[in-house]
């Protein structure tokens, strides 16, 4: 067997085995929709309450994008 089969077979053994540990670890873990993960995440941030009041008034038409 050459050199680089065994070097892609060892590669692939180890993203096999972090794909296992991986997979182990969200196991336990209950699914979640991801909206609900990040809500509260702009809570008092100043940028972003500025990109939602942006974001309306193109929506309105009262700003050009």
Do not use: C, H, N
Request: charged share 30%; aromatic share 6%; glycine share 10%.
């Amino acid at each position: 067997m050459s050199q680089k089969t065994q070097q892609l077979e060892l590669r692939l053994a180890r993203v096999e085995q972090e794909l296992a540990e991986l997979k182990a670890a969200l196991a336990g873990r209950p699914a979640e929709p991801w909206y609900r993960q990040i809500v509260g995440e702009y809570a008092g941030d100043q940028v972003f309450a500025e990109i939602l009041r942006l974001g309306g008034l193109i929506r309105r038409g009262k700003l050009k994008g």
